[in-house]
């Protein structure tokens, strides 16, 4: 069944997150910086979990305006800072990836090639645990958080995912998802972004 987690499945999500969604730069900062950025996602934008049983399964986050979310995360919770630059200290390489991250929404929109604005509203981030994929899970979560979207009359939104990611774009093709356009975030690496209009 999908619900609202609470503040205290932040540590699961964040797990679930570092395991198999392991290509994003997000989760090469670590689990201490998952688990406040869910704790977050949980308070002041939207998550949605499955359980079977006690055992959560699957979730999908959501924010209504992904433009500066990782800035608004960042000044709301300042421990957050010490976490990134201890990995950046390790890392240094990871800052760039910072950077663009945070730029990303305007800078989709800067290289928009048509009249199409992008809707404010992002899906982040969808996972399913590996024993429970081709269950049907990824669908059920994402038709509970576009039932929390008309609630608060949202009529469409965007989701990116990575071109090389070929099992999550025919997802989001599958499900009813519209190619949008195709544009560079992270380096030279491509990423597609995806409309949906909620019916």
Same mark, same amino acid.
């Given at each position: 069944?999908?619900?609202?987690?609470?503040?205290?499945?932040?540590?699961?999500?964040?797990?679930?997150?570092?395991?198999?969604?392991?290509?994003?730069?997000?989760? !090469?900062?670590?689990?201490?910086?998952?688990?406040?950025?869910?704790?977050?996602?949980?308070?002041?934008?939207?998550?949605?979990?499955?359980?079977?049983?006690?055992?959560?399964?699957?979730?999908?986050?959501?924010?209504?305006?992904?433009?500066? *979310?990782?800035?608004?995360?960042? +000044?709301? @919770?300042?421990?957050?800072?010490?976490?990134?630059?201890? &990995?950046?200290?390790?890392?240094?390489?990871? *800052? @760039?990836?910072?950077?663009?991250?945070?730029? $990303?929404?305007?800078?989709?929109?800067?290289? !928009?090639?048509? $009249?199409?604005? +992008?809707?404010?509203?992002?899906?982040? !981030?969808?996972?399913?645990?590996?024993?429970?994929?081709?269950?049907?899970?990824?669908? *059920?979560?994402?038709? $509970?958080?576009?039932?929390?979207? /008309?609630? &608060?009359?949202?009529?469409?939104?965007?989701?990116?995912?990575? /071109?090389?990611?070929?099992? $999550?774009?025919?997802?989001?093709?599958?499900?009813?998802? @519209?190619? &949008? @356009?195709?544009?560079?975030?992270?380096?030279?690496?491509?990423?597609?972004?995806?409309?949906?209009?909620?019916?």
């Amino acid at each position: 069944m999908t619900e609202r987690p609470k503040k205290s499945d932040a540590g699961i999500l964040a797990v679930m997150h570092k395991e198999n969604i392991n290509q994003g730069f997000l989760s !090469s900062l670590g689990k201490p910086f998952l688990r406040s950025l869910y704790i977050y996602l949980i308070k002041k934008e939207l998550v949605i979990i499955y359980r079977d049983g006690t055992l959560i399964t699957g979730f999908i986050s959501f924010s209504y305006d992904s433009s500066g *979310i990782i800035k608004r995360f960042i +000044f709301s @919770r300042p421990q957050v800072i010490f976490t990134i630059m201890f &990995s950046l200290i390790k890392r240094p390489i990871l *800052i @760039r990836s910072v950077f663009e991250t945070m730029k $990303a929404p305007r800078k989709s929109n800067e290289q !928009s090639l048509s $009249a199409e604005i +992008f809707p404010p509203g992002e899906l982040l !981030s969808i996972t399913v645990d590996p024993k429970y994929q081709k269950s049907g899970t990824g669908t *059920i979560l994402l038709n $509970a958080l576009e039932e929390e979207l /008309k609630i &608060s009359c949202i009529k469409s939104y965007k989701v990116v995912a990575g /071109k090389i990611l070929v099992g $999550a774009n025919n997802f989001y093709l599958k499900n009813g998802f @519209r190619l &949008s @356009r195709t544009i560079n975030i992270h380096g030279e690496s491509l990423s597609n972004i995806y409309i949906k209009n909620i019916l």
